[in-house]
């Protein structure tokens, strides 16, 4: 049998949010991979464990973004074709207080609200970013500031979720202005400003 006290948040999820993983599948060495694109990704798979125990990934037989649910010991196909709408009426800020000392980034958000946007936003990042999958359209960001730096690994993060979004249809930009999947890896701990979901 096994006991736990339930103050000590060091044997359970503290917080009992849903929780993801992020899996990124690589076509080349993994010690090479400095100097290329994320675009040397070929394949990804975001999972969450909560009420339903979910993995989204891309079938590049049928060259869609599928939805897969656990269901007593097996997986079925809960969304078959995940597609991200242009226009969006969600929005997800990571690394919100950052807004307080980048006033693009402030600027955005309150445009966004502005605009009527919902936030949607659980500080759940594999949750915050599947929902786009499943709503069909969103934004989640991730600005960084002088005062408070980006947490989002390019490698381990990022990629997975930035090829994922443009395999559904949506959009992702990072320094430069250019695709997420089009950043050149410098490091494997490279942390980067960027957004993604509707093209909008």
């Known amino acids: 049998m096994v006991t736990f006290d339930p ?3 060091s044997s359970i999820v503290d917080t009992n949010f849903a929780i993801g993983s992020i899996f990124s599948i690589w076509k080349t060495n993994p010690n090479k991979l400095i ?14 464990f ?34 991200i709408k242009d226009k969006t009426k969600i929005f997800s800020p990571g690394n ?8 693009e980034y402030r600027a955005a958000v309150i445009e966004w609200i502005a ?13 915050d970013v599947s929902q786009i999958f499943i709503k069909g359209n969103g ?11 980006c947490k989002l690994r390019a490698l381990y993060e990022a990629a997975a979720l930035g090829y994922l979004i443009e395999k559904a249809g949506g959009k992702t930009i990072t320094k430069g202005k250019v695709s997420l999947l089009d950043y050149v890896i410098t490091g494997y701990d490279d942390r980067l400003s960027f957004a993604m979901g509707s093209a909008e």
């Not at 919100?96 to 006033?103: C, I, Q």
């Not at 605009?115 to 594999?126: E, M």
């Open 7 to 9: 103050l000590d948040g």
């Open 35 to 48: 100097g290329d694109t994320l675009r040397t990704q070929v394949n990804a798979i975001i999972t969450i």
């Open 50 to 83: 909560g009420p339903r125990t979910t993995a989204i990934y891309y079938n590049s037989v049928e060259n869609k973004v599928q939805e897969l649910t656990s269901v007593d010991d097996h997986w079925i196909i809960s969304h078959d074709h995940c597609i």
């Open 96 to 103: 919100l207080r950052s807004a307080s000392d980048n006033l």
């Open 115 to 127: 605009q009527g946007k919902t936030l949607r936003y659980t500080g759940g990042l594999v949750v």
């Open 139 to 149: 934004i989640f960001s991730n600005v960084g500031s002088l005062n408070h730096k």
